[in-house]
């Protein structure tokens, strides 16, 4: 399974980007899919998921209200909306493929394929 995530870039507080992640080698209606964040000098971060049906989605507290988990299975393609982006949300994002038999979906050791990562940098 391979990865590819991009979309990422420089965007002023309160404006919006949308990642994607498009994945090869599997079907992405066979994954639950995952994003995470770092920052320089902390953990990667759990920041959205989605399971392989895409009608149960879950979200780190500061994401809720702002970001948007999606799949389009006839691209193979999850995304993420990101709106209202603020300063803290600096991060580099990567998406991931959840393990299967996960029984969670907020921890690293949970998913196994990840992408390369995509820069988004909110700054004014």
């Known amino acids: 399974v391979q990865l590819q995530a991009s979309g990422g870039g420089l965007v002023q507080p309160g404006g919006s980007l949308r990642l994607s992640c498009v994945v090869s080698?599997?079907?992405?209606?066979?994954?639950?899919m995952g994003w995470f964040r770092r920052t320089p000098g902390k953990e990667r971060e759990f920041v959205a998921a989605?399971?392989?049906?895409?009608?149960?989605?879950h979200y780190t507290d500061s994401a809720k209200g702002r970001f948007t988990i999606s799949s389009d299975n006839a691209k193979n393609t999850i995304y993420l909306q990101m709106n209202n982006l603020q300063a803290e949300d600096t991060a580099v994002y990567y998406c991931?493929?959840?393990?299967?038999?996960?029984?969670?979906?907020?921890?690293?050791?949970?998913?196994?394929?990840w992408g390369q990562g995509t820069l988004v940098t909110v700054s004014s």
């Open positions: 080698g599997r079907p992405l209606s066979a994954l639950d």
């Open positions: 989605t399971n392989w049906s895409g009608r149960t989605t």
């Open positions: 991931a493929t959840r393990r299967r038999f996960a029984t969670a979906y907020d921890v690293e050791y949970e998913y196994d394929y």
